[in-house]
Every structure is written in C-alpha cells, then in structure tokens.
C-alpha cells in the first residue's frame, strides 16, 4: 500500500498528481527549485522539500537529491511525472535501490523504448510497421547523409533519446544536411544529453496519433482508445483530442493491437502511449512514451477513469480498475496548451511575471494549471501556463465548448499563444477534422496572429475605465477631507460656465491616440477619437468587470492596470494599450543602427563570428536558447561586426543588445 508518494516534478503536473494522492488518503510530498519556492504545487502539497537551484540539471534532475528526500520524508513512492526523470532507467534503478516504489514501468522497458533507434529495431522484430529509415548505431556525418540520400528526401533527423520536439529538423535537400544534423545533434545534447539521431522519411501530409496503453504486474494489458495529437508547432503538440477524427473503427483496432503487442514486447507495467505517424488509415510506429502523457485528460474525459490513480494503484501491485470489456469512449474531448510565447514572432518563448490571470469553467470544461495570477514563468522551464479541456457528446459540442473556454481565458503580463489557440479552433477545416502536422504551417497566414490596431471599442473602454478609475480614487481622497462632498474634491469634469471635458491619450503600437471625453450626466460619457464620436454609459461591476453600453450596445469588459499599461478584454480580445501622460510631448522611438538585440530571454549558446569580420546578410552570427529551444541571430544585411556584448554561455535578457554590425564602407 501506498500512504505517502513524493511528486518528483513540478508546475500542473505536480498539482495534477497531488490531487489524486490526496482524494486517495495519501500522503503528498513536493519537491521545488529556488526559482519554484513559491509556486502553487509547494503550496499544494503536504510538505515540500528544496533540492537547489533553478536550472533543472541542478535540482529536478538531480536523482541524488530527490532520493534524499524520499529518504527524509519517509516517501513510499516516488512519481516522476512527464520530462524530467520520467523516463531516466538509472533514476528508477536508483529508487528499487533505495527501497522506494517508482511509479512507472521497469527500468529495462524505459530502456528498450528509450532509444528511438532500439525500440525502432524491436518493432521491426514485433512486426510493427514502421517508417522508412536509419536507426542505426553508427553516427558518422557521411554515413547518415548516405542514408538520407538512400531514403530520399525530405528526410527528418530526430534525437534518438527524449521527445518533445527536442533535437528535430527536417530536411528538404542535401545542401542542407550537414547545418541541419549539427543543429539536431547540439540540441539532443542540450536535452538529453545523448546527440544521437535517427533519420526517417518525412511524411507530406501525416497525422500524429497515438494509443494510451495501461498494463499491471499480473499479465494484463490493455488500451484506452487514440488521441489526435496532430496540430503542432516546432513539432511540439497544441491540440490534442480524442478520438481521433475521421479515423476508422478498423485502423482504431489494427492501432490499439499494434500498442498492446509492443508494451507486450518489453514487459511493459503502467501508464505507456504508444505513438504513431499516420496518412490515411495507414500507419507506423514512431516511438513509445514510458510515462504518462501531458495530454492524457483526453483520454480521462472519454473513458471517465483518473489515469493517475490507475499508475498509484498498479505501483501498489493492484490489478488494473477495468478489463477492456469495461473500457468504453463517449463523446469526445479537445485539450489545448496556453503557453507563453509570442506566435507571431516564431514562438519565441516568453518569460516573466503573470500580472493577470483568469481560466475559464463551466460544464464539460476543465483546466490543469500549476501557475496562479502574481507567479512567474521562467526561463528554465517549459513555458505552459496551463491545459485546458473541453469534452461534449460529440466533437461538435467539445469544440463549441472549447471557444467558448479559450474566449473566456484571460492573461496580462506576457504575451501568450491564445490568439492561435481561439484561431484554430475556429478554423473551418479544424472544424470539420481535417488536421495534420502542418496544419499551422499551411494556414499562418489565418492563425498565426498579427499585429492589428486596437479597434473602437477596446479604445472606448479603455478610457472609460480610466475615467472610472480616476473618478473612484477622486471619492476615495474627498471622503478623507472636511468637506467630501466639494465639487473641488471630484474628478467629474466639472467646469465653471463651461462643457465638462477630459483629454485622454493612448499609445497603441507605434501610433498615438487622443481621446477627447465630454460629461453627458453620471455615468454618461460622449467619446471622440480617430474621427468618430460615440456616446456611452459605463459603470464598474463588484467583480472588476466594466459593464458598458457603446451607442447603445450593451458589452462587458475587463480592463486591468498594470503601470502605465492597460489590457482590455473584451470579445475574447485582448488589446493593450499604454496610458500617456497628455501634458507630455509625443515621442517616438529612435533604434540604433546595426544594433542587433536578443529577441528572447536566455542564454547565448554560440557566437560565430569575431569583431572585425565581414558578413553577409542572413548569416548566422549568434544562437540564443530559452527553454530548450534555439533561435539564430541573421545578420539584416552585409556588414562588419564592430562589436560583440555576450559570449557564448552568458545570459541575457529580452532587448539586451547582442552585438553591432556595421554597414560596409563606415
């Protein structure tokens, strides 16, 4: 019996295990960087323990710590969660070792499957399809640029060790190979610490899907339907859903036999998802997770059982709750990741303090979060600030759900991937279940986000909520004075023998709005901006929701302050603007030329030029990574280096001035 388990992690999936340990009696024990001292699973959570500083190397990837305080806790069980040591073979030898239960499958089906070039290779044996390729030992640059040649491109070069994305490039000519390769490999390292990559025909139009497989240690395996994980970006999933769409209740069976003889294969125990590419209803093997799945409230909300108390109860040697007789999917159910990271600009990680923030609820709605408003999304870890899910009686109804969710999501302090999250899920081709992995890519130009002026309305309330604002503290400095009630005392607009009038002044973008406000009678304002006039009532509801009407439509907005910016929400919209001082002189912003800056926070992972030498334009003069993720520095034209700020290991900040290129001749 299980009484106490540590939760060998961090972020949602920390507090997603605690709150099955807990409903089941048990015992919650967290573990946390310094950079999570203050984070809502430390607060979760029964006890938490620190294990060192932010970089994961240096606490959540330290075995050595973790089972010290399993040891000092009196853990019986250790969950690893996704990432991390989920999947490390050593660190669940380690755990046997110490005499603390890893929940999760034996250390020999972590390795079998762990590599994707050995488990590859076992398939093949299994009779497993799989996709044409290279999946061999030998690294040698010539030699897999021959086997890349062989299999015909575009090739697909992928870490052989870990997931996620990590280590992937595709590869549309020979020309490319060898920059393409070095880059995989680097990053490999990076993750995993294993450079070796495998090399694999890219598919033109495939569909990630992948089958949740569940075995206990009394010979019993079984599988609890598909996921679609096919829109992705940087080939990292965004949507999730099960089951798939369009996907046919006969390649449903050859797949879920397929999952089950490979977990056969190794001796599997657990929670394991076995993932296939697929175009039509054929489909290969590409690796196999042995852990569960960021994803797996899909399969939750279909099948109706709690995967993690399955793991708990299978690691405590029971049998699995249900036989596949007993396993049945209903409805359907949509899962999507908010992260921070800026779509429209690559997806460049973002980082920083959440001054705002508000998840949606309501039925058939559910939301994992490990992050509350104030917290701050590091550097050093992934940049998900949440999961959230939509399950219907069809796909129809989950979907609705899910706009309806994302439209009611709000996030202030960093910039997050929902404009594309509500744009897919209102594409009419997502609608209609026609999804691969380069859905994104072929629709950017309608889901990626641009930026676009701020409309009527979100200037409208933004000053309405700032006359609001003024006027409440106006009251508040008036009931502290003799007199409360002197018209001296108010900011209403209040003139002597003249209109009552306020000026207001945004910035929004680089342009510079002046908003010209006349008092109409309480709570009656006339609005003047861009050309347009419009007259509206307003007033500020309990909950800090601004209730407006605009030329006599009603609306409802949220208009947060943080400084001198002001996030409107509206619509499910979000536009920010800045508050100028309206006695100041308007300014632009005067950028220096050949001043090139970091367009993320990070860490300088190669510098690759010298002061002095001359470059082209789009070569490659630095590499920054954030979250695991690398960026390249281009140089914007022809130039000389005259100066370079960082090297390489440094860490720099979001705008840090990286290096100045000259124009040639200066």
Known sequence: MIRSVLIANRGEIACRVIRTARRLG??????????????????MADVAYPIGPAPARDSYLRHDRILAVAKASGADAIHPGYGFLSENAEFAEACAAAG????????????????????????ERAGVPLVPGYHGDDQDPALLAAEAERIGYPVLIKASAGGGGKGMRVVTAPAEFAEQLAGAQREAQASFGDPKVLVEKYLQRPRHIEMQVFA??????????????????????VFEEAPAPGFSAAARAAMASAATDAARAVGYVGAGTVEFIAEGDAFYFMEMNTRLQVEHPVTEAI??????????????????????????????????????????????????????????????????????????????????????????????????????????????????????????????????????????????????????????????????????????????????????????????????????????RFRDGDRVIDVGCRFLGPARFQLTFDGLEL????????????????????????????????????????????ELDRLAGVTGAEGVVGRLTSPMPGRVLAVRVAVGDTVAKGVTLMVVEAMKMEHAILAPADGVVA??????????????????LEPLGT
């Open 26 to 43: 048990m015992r919650t024990i967290a573990v946390f960087s310094e950079a999570d001292r203050d984070s809502l699973a430390v607060a």
């Open 100 to 123: 603390v239960i890893f929940i999760g499958p034996p250390a020999s089906a972590i390795r079998a499957m762990g590599s994707k070039s050995a488990s590859k290779q076992l398939m």
């Open 216 to 237: 206990d240690t009394h010979g019993s395996i079984v599988h609890l339907f598909e996921r679609d994980c096919s829109i992705q970006r940087r080939h990292q999933k």
């Open 303 to 504: 099948t109706g059982f709690d995967l993690v108390e399955w793991q708990l109860r299978v690691a405590a040697g029971e049998r699995l709750p249900a036989d596949q007789s007993a396993i049945h999917a209903t409805g359907a159910a949509i899962e999507v990741r908010l992260y921070a990271e800026d779509a429209g600009r690559g997806f460049l990680p973002q980082s920083g303090r959440l001054d705002h923030l508000v998840l949606p609820e309501g039925e058939g709605v559910r939301v994992d979060a490990g992050v509350r408003a104030g917290d701050v999304v590091s550097i050093h870890y992934d940049p998900m600030i949440a999961k959230i899910i939509a399950w219907g009686a069809d796909r129809g109804e989950a979907l609705q759900r899910l706009v309806r969710a994302l439209d009611a999501t709000e996030v202030a302090g960093l910039t997050t991937n929902l404009p594309l999250l509500q744009a897919v899920a209102r594409h009419p081709e997502f609608a209609a279940g026609k999804v691969d992995t380069g859905f994104i890519a072929r629709h950017a130009d309608a889901v990626v986000p641009q930026v676009e002026p701020a409309g009527p309305a979100a200037l409208a309330l933004a000053t309405l909520a700032v006359i609001l604002e003024e006027q409440a503290e106006a009251v508040g400095r008036a009931q502290a004075t003799p007199d409360p009630w002197s018209p001296w005392s108010l900011a209403t607009g209040f003139r002597i023998n003249r209109p009552a009038l306020t000026d207001h």
């Open 535 to 578: 007259e509206a009532e307003a007033a500020m509801l309990p909950d800090g929701s601004l209730s407006a009407r605009l030329d006599g439509v009603h609306c409802r907005a949220r208009v947060v302050r943080m400084g001198e910016r002001l996030t409107v929400f509206q619509a499910g919209r979000a536009t920010v603007l800045v």
């Open 643 to 660: 100066s370079i700020a960082y090297a390489a290991g440094d860490t720099v900040q979001e705008g840090a001035e990286l290096l100045v």
